[in-house]
């Protein structure tokens, strides 16, 4: 998540929006979000019927780490099953622009 902060600015040019998804609560994402200065949405998803949907919930009952890229008209057109956190931010937006052709 911080390395999306991180280069929020570059999302942002590039009309990106993001959203996290956790299974953690409403008032664990908050606190969360508000220590790490996350400026884009966390949604909780307590049931995991959210990451069950997309395929991502492990069976032991936890997220696993992945990014969906979506078109504009909804389609899926990445998805990143390899998120290495360190540097999945500058990983993303070379992603995009490979996307967008920039």
Known sequence: M???RDVAG???ELE???YGLSLDDVASLAAFAEDQALEFPLL??????VARKYGVLAERGWAERVT???APDGRVEVVDTAVDVSRHGADL??????????
């Open 16 to 18: 990106a929006a993001v």
């Open 10 to 12: 570059e999302l942002t």
């Open 44 to 49: 909780s998803d307590p049931d995991g019927s």
């Open 93 to 102: 937006v070379g992603q995009l622009r490979e996307l967008q052709g920039r």
């Open 2 to 4: 911080c390395s999306l």
């Open 68 to 70: 969906f890229v979506l």
